[in-house]
């Protein structure tokens, strides 16, 4: 009886917070119907479809780098059940590295009979991207590796504040080393004269020209490509069977013969790597990289992992696409200045914890964690 009681005293509470929330929720979909009635319905529209078609474009491709950094949180907490502070900082190295490669083929004359004067990136400029990609991936996914073992592995038994604590640390750590060895400035990509930034297919639209670029066709075609090879390799493959035993049940999993700090690696290299190709597709595509180029694209891919689904690989993939859409798009849909892109991105972070903590395909669980 006394049991019964406290449950329905308890449960007051949580409905007046319930009744909070969808009054909340109420009022934020009235406000986003006005404005679509501001935007789009009421008298001369402030933007063109061309526009919107801009938006739009530079939206997804945002949005596919997210998406790749966005797997890398997810596959490190589906593993560990952290937030590896430090995955941005990993894509940095991955941009430094593409960036080195491109600068070193631009100073390499290529054997061509017909030009002996062009230089090796702008005549093999498909062999050069791939290298600058398997550079990247190969120094970050070095990284990621060394630093679960030097950072992460020797307080795996602590709580968990305590690698949350030193994930923090080695992004500073990585950070200021980067200052020290590369410097402060902007450094610019040299991209092959074939995707040279600014210039792709031209787009006729209510008598305007949209510009569809061909780096963010590489850098959308890269990132879908590399998103479905990772999701059959979790799916399909013994590694990707191990993996999701290990985030099952770590215990269970070593009884089975599973190596468990094998796999842990093997999920540090690969989400290394996948935030080293995000970082040269941030550079061939935007174009510049320094020290703290991959502190802003990691705090909103966690936004987008946690958007998604902490944990969901499919989520982290959707969670990315809205959030650079949103990001692009959302300022001109609100009436903001896009100088307040990154106030309306984190925003999106504290509503989705709000009113939807699990994300929206749902965060995935483990028992252990249950």
Request: proline fraction near 4%; charged fraction near 10%; hydrophobic fraction near 55%.
């Amino acid at each position: 009886m006394k049991e019964t009681t406290l449950r329905a005293k308890s449960s007051k509470p949580l409905s007046a917070y319930r009744l909070i929330q969808a009054l909340l929720g109420a009022l934020f979909a009235a406000y986003l119907i006005w404005r679509f009635y501001n935007v789009f319905l009421d008298g001369t529209p402030s933007y063109g479809a061309d526009s919107w078609l801009r938006f739009a474009i530079s939206g997804v491709v945002l949005g596919s780098v997210y998406a790749l950094i966005a797997i890398g949180y997810t596959l490190v907490y589906g593993i560990l059940f952290m937030i590896n502070f430090a995955h941005g900082d990993i894509m940095m190295l991955g941009a430094f590295s593409g960036y080195f490669v491109f600068e070193a083929l631009e100073k390499i004359p290529s054997p061509v009979i017909d030009n002996p004067n062009q230089v090796f990136l702008n005549a093999h400029p498909v062999i050069s991207v791939l290298l600058a990609f398997i550079v990247g991936a190969t120094v970050a996914a070095v990284s990621g590796y060394f630093l679960e073992k030097i950072a992460y592995r020797p307080l795996r038994g602590a709580p968990r504040l305590v690698p949350l604590i030193s994930a923090i640390g080695a992004s500073i750590f990585l950070e200021n080393a980067a200052l020290l060895l590369f410097g402060s400035q902007r450094h610019d990509f040299a991209n092959p004269v074939q995707i040279t930034r600014g210039e792709g297919w031209n787009i006729p639209i209510n008598g305007e020209v949209v510009i569809l670029p061909y780096t963010g066709v590489l850098t959308i075609a890269l990132s879908i490509l590399i998103l479905v090879a990772l999701y059959v390799l979790v799916q399909r493959t013994q590694l990707g069977r191990a993996m999701r035993a290990v985030a099952e049940n770590k215990s269970a999993a070593a009884l089975m013969g599973i190596n468990v700090n094998g796999i842990i690696s093997r999920t540090f290299i690969i989400s290394g790597a996948l935030a080293g190709s995000a970082g040269v597709m941030w550079g061939i595509h935007l174009g510049l990289v320094y020290h703290m180029v991959g502190f802003i694209p990691g705090i909103k891919a966690f936004t987008a992992a946690v958007l998604g689904g902490i944990g969901n690989i499919p989520g982290a993939m959707l969670g990315g696409m809205f959030l650079g859409i949103i990001e692009t798009m959302g300022p001109a849909y609100l009436g903001m200045s896009f100088q307040l892109k990154d106030v309306l991105a984190f925003s999106i972070l504290v509503l989705i914890l709000i009113f939807r903590p699990t994300g929206l395909l749902g965060e995935v669980l483990s028992e252990e964690k249950v």
